[in-house]
């Protein structure tokens, strides 16, 4: 059973809807076309990955657009099998002055319900605010969020340069609202900056999941911290290869965390960069990654676990992955 609880909506847009964007819109062509703007070539550093995502930004400033590329995301995840996706974005990029952050995350839960309508598989979206961003912007973020805890959103998450601006302090009331709507909360962290980040996201915001949280497997009391607390690690295996968070499948911080007996979920962040989906992630775990298959199997269980979704999903993800089993 497929569960990806780490996408970015950033990361999903098909080279041929760009395409077709692209010529509504009057924007150029890369060279080399758009799968090639897309893809990353190797491993190499967060700033030459996010350098691929960004090709996507100037697509995704209508709200149209972001409702087709929503639903999409959602449509391949199913075609991969997965039966439950959270799709993450950071609205504050594609807002304009004619399409606002509400705008935005109305758009993209458009396109998502529409696609879980269509495939039967369960959805959700969260925002994401950016640690470079300003205050007013990140307030608006968790506003428009909390106004859409009913109506698509199921959670709040912070992304960015965590090494540039490593301060939480600013985001924490924020979170606190989001808790109180009755979001999900989740936080980038220990990607890029060190274990210790991921500590602070737990105590300071209150999260219940950490985002790659790579560092964390340098400091063994910190792993032993993070499973007493019952924090979720949502570990997105080629995504951190390539970003160079990991050397490789085989020497990726998920063995430290599964031996240390910490709860993993899978993501595959942004697949149309990484041209990695679920569904094959889970297979390289094993046969690239060496994780025994009955170890990877096991992280369903902790994605449902730890999935922002209501109790019924919850319900329904449980007895699929008990059938399945059986």
């Not at 996408?7 to 010529?23: I, N, Y």
């Not at 606002?100 to 758009?107: D, F, G, R, T």
Request: net charge negative; aromatic share 4%.
């Amino acid at each position: 059973m497929l569960l990806n609880l780490h996408t970015h909506l950033e990361g999903t847009v098909r080279p041929g809807t760009a395409a077709e964007l692209a010529e509504v819109a009057g924007c150029p062509t890369p060279v080399g076309g758009w799968e090639n703007a897309f893809r990353i070539k190797g491993p190499g550093n967060l700033t030459v990955f996010l350098s691929h995502v960004a090709a996507a930004y100037p697509l995704l400033g209508r709200a149209e657009n972001l409702r087709r590329v929503a639903f999409e995301a959602v449509q391949d995840a199913a075609l991969d099998g997965q039966s439950y996706i959270e799709l993450r974005l950071g609205p504050g990029t594609h807002a304009r002055p004619n399409l606002s952050v509400l705008k935005v995350l109305e758009a993209v839960c458009t396109g998502v319900a529409e696609a879980t309508a269509a495939t039967g598989i369960h959805a959700g979206v969260i925002a994401c605010m950016l640690r470079h961003e300003p205050q007013d912007l990140v307030e608006e973020i968790a506003r428009a969020a909390v106004g859409l805890a009913n109506s698509g959103v199921v959670g709040l998450d912070i992304a960015g340069d965590e090494l540039l601006y490593p301060s939480l302090d600013r985001f924490a009331p924020l979170y606190a609202l989001a808790r109180d709507a009755g979001l999900g909360l989740t936080a980038h962290a220990a990607e890029a900056g060190p274990g210790s980040a991921a500590r602070e996201a737990v105590e300071s915001l209150g999260v219940s999941r950490i985002g790659h949280g790579s560092h964390i497997a340098d400091e063994p009391k910190l792993l032993d911290w993070i499973r007493d607390e019952g924090v979720t690690i949502e570990v997105c295996p080629t995504s951190n290869v390539l970003t160079g968070a990991a050397p490789s499948l085989a020497e990726h911080p998920v063995h430290a965390f599964v031996k240390a007996g910490i709860a993993v979920a899978l993501g595959d962040d942004n697949p149309e960069n990484t041209g990695v989906r679920l569904s094959e992630e889970v297979r390289l775990l094993v046969t690239k990654g060496d994780l025994k298959a009955e170890a990877v199997a096991g992280f369903a269980r902790h994605a449902i676990n730890a999935a922002f979704c209501s109790d019924a999903v919850r319900r329904d993800l449980a007895a699929l992955l008990d059938h399945e089993a059986t």
